[in-house]
């Protein structure tokens, strides 16, 4: 459990760092550092019940995009802004290093094979981005309920 703690705070740390280099300061650096540990928490939660890479990044790429959402109404930021620090610890590096190891070997059949990994990651994230960014402009299209009571 500690372990997970610790993955989580430096996921957090991870977030926190490209916030910087994106120039993000104040409240929305912690909003932001909170989001990327939301991230790979969800993330972690979702692999340790069972869940495929697939499974599991598209719901750690929804939550972050569903917080960024959120929290871009609240702190008056553009959703790009906070949801990109928030997706950081989610990139398969090591996947992607891996992949090119091989090409560069001349290893193609293991090249291919984290290839095919490394798009189905890819596309697992940005599959949950379009979704819950789909969301969230029905939710804001939805009409409010007005209440009939006199101020």
């Known amino acids: 459990m500690g372990w997970y703690c610790i993955q989580t705070a430096m996921a957090a740390v991870g977030a926190a760092g490209f916030a910087v280099l994106f ?4 409240s929305r650096l912690v909003w932001t550092a909170l989001g ?7 993330y972690l939660v979702c692999t340790c ?9 598209l719901c750690a790429t929804a939550a ?31 996947d992607l290093y891996r992949m090119m190891s091989f090409l560069v070997r001349a290893q193609l059949d ?3 094979e984290y290839a095919r ?12 981005i ?3 960014a789909s969301a969230a402009n029905l939710a804001a299209c939805l009409p409010r309920r007005r209440s009939n009571r006199k101020r």
């Open 23 to 26: 120039n993000i300061r104040g």
């Open 36 to 42: 990327g540990a939301l991230s790979w928490a969800v």
């Open 49 to 57: 019940h069972g869940q495929g890479v697939f499974t599991a990044l």
């Open 64 to 94: 972050a995009a569903l917080a960024s959402e959120a929290l871009a109404r609240a702190v008056r930021a553009p959703v790009i802004l906070l949801l990109v620090p928030m997706l950081i610890p989610l990139i398969p590096g090591g």
């Open 110 to 112: 293991r090249f291919a």
């Open 117 to 128: 990994l490394v798009l189905t990651e890819a596309g697992a994230i940005a599959v949950g």
């Open 130 to 132: 379009i979704c819950a």
